[in-house]
């Protein structure tokens, strides 16, 4: 595709069950990163992805919190028992390498509410 | 701590006016993007700035880069209406760790 592609694009879900979130960042992309925004805030480093390097995970807020990359394409981030706080925009971006200063590309983001 | 540090936070303007905003960040790092982000949309990559003394400008806003300083500046002359948004500035840091600051919510008003 032509950008970074993620879906669900809106998730409303009940507290307590689990929920995927999926990027499929632009083709070529090497690196991946994926960040959450809450209502009328910054952006929150959760974790990055470099090729086949292992994930650096230190900004997951939790370990409901997990991300996989399979191939060094597709991303998903799981969300486990979710709770209220966990609503928020979920945004996966993309580069083609992440050492160099190629520009980074945002997808859609995913809205997630947590009833 | 790698932390980045924008201001002001909000900012209202009037066309025509010019004004600089701010973003410091706390250790080294030689590279640094600045975005948009209109609301209820995702970023739009404005800048990238790749080394001390770094300057890039696109229409009425321009970006610079002192990594001496751990400081970068997105200037806007003339404003004009169609410039509100959020301008975010991001540092990547020593483990392709990239953080953002808080974001400036700017308003134009005629």
């Known amino acids: 595709g032509a950008g970074v592609s993620q879906s669900p694009s809106n998730k409303v879900t009940e507290k307590g069950k689990d929920v995927e979130l999926r990027c499929d960042p632009i083709s070529g992309h090497t690196a991946l990163y994926w960040y959450r925004q809450s209502l009328g805030q910054g952006l929150e480093f959760l974790i990055y992805?470099?090729?086949?390097?292992?994930?650096?995970k230190s900004g997951l807020p939790s370990d409901r919190f997990s991300a996989e990359r399979t191939g060094g394409s597709v991303s998903t981030l799981t969300i486990q028992r979710t709770q209220q706080e966990d609503s928020a925009v979920y945004l996966c971006a993309s580069s083609f390498r992440a050492d160099s200063g190629n520009t980074i590309y945002f997808g859609e983001g995913s809205w997630l509410t947590v009833v | 701590e790698l932390k980045v540090e924008q201001n002001p936070l909000f900012l209202s303007m009037q066309e025509g006016k010019n004004y600089t905003i701010y973003c410091n960040y706390s250790?080294?790092?030689?590279?640094l993007y600045w975005y948009r982000q209109d609301p209820g949309k995702s970023l739009e990559s404005l800048f990238v700035?790749?080394?001390?003394?770094a300057v890039k400008q696109e229409g009425r806003l321009m970006a610079s880069l002192d990594t001496k300083a751990r400081l970068s500046t997105l200037h806007i002359t003339a404003a004009v209406h169609d410039l509100s948004a959020t301008y975010f500035c991001?540092?990547?840091?020593?483990?392709?760790?990239?953080?953002f600051g808080a974001g400036t919510r700017l308003t134009v008003k005629p």
């Open positions: 992805f470099q090729g086949n390097s292992a994930p650096d």
């Open positions: 991001a540092v990547v840091f020593y483990n392709n760790d990239m953080r």
């Open positions: 700035l790749l080394s001390n003394g």
């Open positions: 250790t080294t790092s030689d590279r």
